[in-house]
């Protein structure tokens, strides 16, 4: 039984287009992330829910729009995709006030041509 | 945020003990010290954490000095299978996730036959 899931697992896309990724965590963990991780293997937050209240929001381009239906799911959509916009996407999910660390989904890879 | 550094590459052999140190010299009084495994293609992995000391579990050993300035990580008689980068990480994880984890380079251990 999968912690953290993301779909889709891979996505090839065209410039200009609008996708989403979607991820739900069943670990009832009440704070959620977007990580990005590029072609060098840098691993960078982008985004951060709690309780459905966003509070990390990175310099990310306004292109990229996170959404929190509730607490289980955490959604990113991104606008007028870019070349640049290439990389490994990671959601990922902890809960306040536990020591265990974050646990990680399996990522999404988007490739922009 | 506490900068963390550790080597880019290590390379062992099967059966040796492999200990990767990582340096947090400004590292705050409520932060624990976290390190993740990332297979390619896989999300990256909670291993261990502590806040100092010792910690031992049944994958690996964190020695933290008692000035926590740095930590190192000791994984026994490595196999092949723990071929992957590991990231030391540094942060308070008892607030209200308003700080979400920062991800350095990792160290990327290669095993050998």
């Known amino acids: 039984d999968t912690a953290v899931s993301q779909t889709p697992k891979y996505l090839v896309t065209q410039m200009g287009n609008d996708k989403s990724i979607k991820c739900e965590q069943n670990?009832?963990?009440?704070?959620m992330y977007w990580y990005k991780q590029d072609s060098k293997k840098f691993l960078k937050i982008m985004f951060s829910?709690?309780?459905?209240?966003?509070?990390i929001n990175e310099t990310v381009p306004n292109r990229f729009s996170p959404k929190s239906p509730d607490k289980a799911h955490l959604n990113l959509h991104i606008n007028s995709l870019e070349l640049g916009d290439s990389a490994v996407y990671f959601c990922?999910?902890?809960?306040?006030?536990?020591?265990?660390?974050?646990?990680f989904g399996s990522g999404t890879r988007l490739t922009v041509v | 945020l506490a900068k963390t550094t550790q080597p880019i590459s290590m390379d062992s052999y099967e059966g040796q003990e492999v200990n990767i140190t990582c340096s947090h010299n400004?590292?705050?009084?409520?932060?624990?010290i976290t390190w993740y495994q990332q297979f390619p293609s896989q999300g990256p992995r909670f291993i261990i954490q502590?806040?100092?000391t010792k910690v031992t579990n049944e994958v690996a050993s964190l020695f933290i000095p008692a000035d926590r300035k740095s930590s190192t990580l000791s994984l026994p008689r490595v196999s092949l299978s723990d071929t992957a980068v590991y990231y030391c990480?540094?942060?308070?994880?008892?607030?209200?996730?308003?700080?979400?984890?920062?991800f350095g380079s990792g160290t990327r251990l290669q095993v050998q036959p």
């Open positions: 990922a999910s902890s809960q306040v006030g536990l020591t265990y660390g974050y646990t």
């Open positions: 670990l009832g963990h009440d704070t």
């Open positions: 400004n590292i705050a009084t409520n932060d624990y």
């Open positions: 990480l540094v942060g308070d994880m008892g607030n209200t996730g308003r700080r979400a984890l920062t």
């Open positions: 502590g806040y100092k």
């Open positions: 829910y709690n309780n459905k209240e966003l509070i």
